[in-house]
């Protein structure tokens, strides 16, 4: 389990977590040296980031994968973000980077067996049967968001 989340930093705090990367830019200041804008995510909430003069491995890293991020939280014109030190990819939990449905997701596997069953055509029945029966991909299924960012866009 993730020890720190979105939420909870505040101003000043020392940030080493892990977080999914959402977006990344890079773009030139005003005197010319290269910055990355970033967007980091977890199952809290969202927040952008900025690492200044970033090295070859954080430039090559791409979005939608989870990055370990060392960096300390700053406000600039009124927002929060993290002023990154280092970020390398690393491997994550995605229930501590997707926030997760209301339903438990026992209970969704119940309810979606029930609705198998209750499908009057045989032949349409034997094919979700089929389709649902293969455990690895009801696990990816119920795992799954409904969208990314609209709609059901959590976990189950």
Known sequence: MKRQYIREL????????????????LRSARSGSMYL?????????????????PDPEALAIPTGGAVA???????YRGAKRVRITSMTPTEADVTDLLPSGPVDAA???????????SIS??????????VFG????????LE?????????????
């Open 107 to 117: 209970k969704t596997r119940a309810r979606l067996r029930e609705i198998v069953e």
């Open 69 to 75: 991020v060392h960096g300390t939280m700053t406000v």
């Open 10 to 25: 505040a101003e000043g705090q020392t940030v080493s977590s892990v977080f999914a990367l959402t977006s990344k830019e």
């Open 144 to 156: 799954s968001p409904g969208s990314q960012s609209y709609h059901h866009a959590y976990v189950g």
């Open 134 to 141: 293969d455990k690895p991909f009801l696990d990816r299924f």
């Open 37 to 53: 804008s970033l967007e980091f995510a977890d199952r809290t909430g969202r927040v952008s980031g900025v690492y200044f003069d």
């Open 121 to 130: 055509d045989a032949e349409l029945r034997r094919v979700l049967k089929a």
